[in-house]
């Protein structure tokens, strides 16, 4: 028996995309010091379940985040609206995750880059995506008041790093610089899907002054993150993962940051498979 495809509207795909995106993240096994199918890596308060539980409730915020960006142009209002959107989101997850922060930072990447998308309508390659990204996340949202430091904020002041918010607002760099040549160089070798995300995944730790490391272990630990991972690169031995996992767990380092920019280059990946012809036909299917 042959499945029925459907066809969905853009904003529709886009907020599917950016579920399933986070959900290959989660799953991709093994990824040190994070949530897989093998552990909790270095996160005794998350599972497996509660990660994907979180992924799937985020579906409706990315959706109108993208619907209210289509043909739009980056502004101070469309930061406002998809931030009001986003914060909702947020209350969804920490709702449904027991008050854990599972996904706050990919709120935040994803949300812009649905946005981004939907602005340019599949007429702009990822780079240019994320270079719009960039020019709505410049903008400040005069609603947001923040009630006391976050984790993220106190690490940026503390060592003078970009953080989220600063990747964001430059346009990803570590993204466009690292992350998505990385991709495109591993899919050239004919690497399965799981390994080029794998490998993908170490040059993001590898380059990227990860907020969530530096908050657990510190600018040492960020160190030793780091070279553990150019390890891996260099020698193009996954099964030094497994070691990693290890040594991640017993210094508390988690790289967060990292897996939430693998998961919007897997989300940047399924958008660029959309077809123009599909979204002026409304038929784009999923």
Same mark, same amino acid.
């Given at each position: 028996?042959? +499945?029925?495809?459907?066809?969905?509207?853009?904003?529709?795909?886009?907020?599917?995309?950016?579920?399933?995106?986070?959900?290959? &993240?989660?799953?991709?096994?093994?990824?040190?010091? !994070?949530? %897989?199918?093998?552990?909790?890596?270095?996160?005794? %308060? !998350?599972?497996?379940?509660?990660?994907?539980? $979180?992924?799937?409730?985020?579906?409706?915020?990315?959706?109108?985040?993208?619907?209210? $960006?289509?043909?739009?142009?980056?502004? /101070? #209002?469309?930061?406002?609206?998809?931030?009001?959107?986003?914060?909702?989101? &947020?209350?969804?997850?920490?709702?449904?995750?027991?008050?854990?922060?599972?996904?706050? @930072?990919?709120?935040?990447? *994803?949300?812009?880059?649905? $946005?981004?998308?939907?602005?340019?309508?599949?007429?702009?390659?990822?780079?240019?995506?994320?270079?719009?990204?960039? +020019?709505?996340?410049?903008?400040?949202?005069?609603?947001?008041?923040?009630?006391?430091?976050?984790?993220?904020?106190?690490?940026?002041?503390?060592?003078?790093?970009?953080?989220?918010? @600063?990747?964001?607002?430059?346009?990803?760099?570590?993204?466009? %610089?690292?992350?998505?040549?990385?991709? %495109?160089?591993?899919?050239?070798?004919?690497?399965?899907?799981?390994?080029? /995300?794998?490998?993908?995944?170490?040059? !993001?730790?590898?380059?990227?002054? #990860?907020?969530?490391?530096?908050?657990?272990?510190?600018?040492?630990?960020?160190?030793?993150?780091?070279?553990?991972?150019?390890?891996?690169?260099?020698?193009?031995?996954?099964?030094?993962?497994?070691?990693?996992? +290890?040594?991640?767990?017993?210094?508390?380092?988690?790289? @967060?940051?990292?897996?939430? *920019?693998?998961?919007?280059?897997?989300?940047?990946?399924?958008?660029?498979?959309?077809?123009?012809?599909?979204?002026?036909?409304?038929?784009?299917?999923?």
């Amino acid at each position: 028996m042959v +499945k029925a495809v459907k066809s969905v509207s853009l904003s529709e795909y886009i907020g599917v995309a950016a579920m399933l995106s986070l959900e290959e &993240e989660v799953i991709l096994t093994p990824k040190p010091g !994070l949530v %897989d199918q093998r552990d909790s890596g270095s996160h005794s %308060d !998350l599972t497996l379940n509660i990660m994907l539980d $979180s992924a799937r409730v985020l579906t409706p915020t990315f959706k109108k985040i993208a619907k209210i $960006s289509y043909g739009k142009t980056p502004t /101070q #209002d469309i930061r406002e609206e998809i931030a009001q959107i986003g914060r909702h989101g &947020e209350k969804k997850m920490f709702e449904t995750t027991n008050n854990i922060n599972t996904h706050k @930072g990919a709120i935040w990447a *994803l949300g812009l880059i649905a $946005s981004a998308y939907s602005i340019e309508r599949t007429e702009a390659t990822s780079i240019e995506v994320l270079e719009t990204a960039g +020019k709505i996340a410049r903008y400040e949202d005069k609603y947001y008041v923040r009630k006391e430091p976050t984790n993220g904020s106190k690490v940026v002041s503390k060592y003078n790093v970009p953080g989220a918010r @600063g990747e964001a607002a430059l346009g990803f760099p570590t993204i466009r %610089d690292y992350g998505l040549p990385a991709y %495109d160089y591993y899919n050239s070798l004919g690497y399965e899907k799981e390994t080029i /995300q794998l490998m993908t995944l170490m040059t !993001l730790i590898a380059n990227l002054s #990860d907020t969530c490391i530096l908050h657990r272990a510190g600018k040492e630990g960020l160190k030793m993150a780091q070279e553990k991972a150019r390890e891996v690169i260099q020698t193009g031995d996954l099964t030094k993962l497994e070691h990693m996992n +290890k040594f991640f767990i017993k210094l508390n380092i988690s790289p @967060g940051g990292s897996a939430d *920019l693998l998961a919007t280059i897997i989300f940047l990946k399924k958008l660029s498979n959309i077809k123009r012809k599909d979204v002026k036909h409304g038929n784009i299917k999923i």
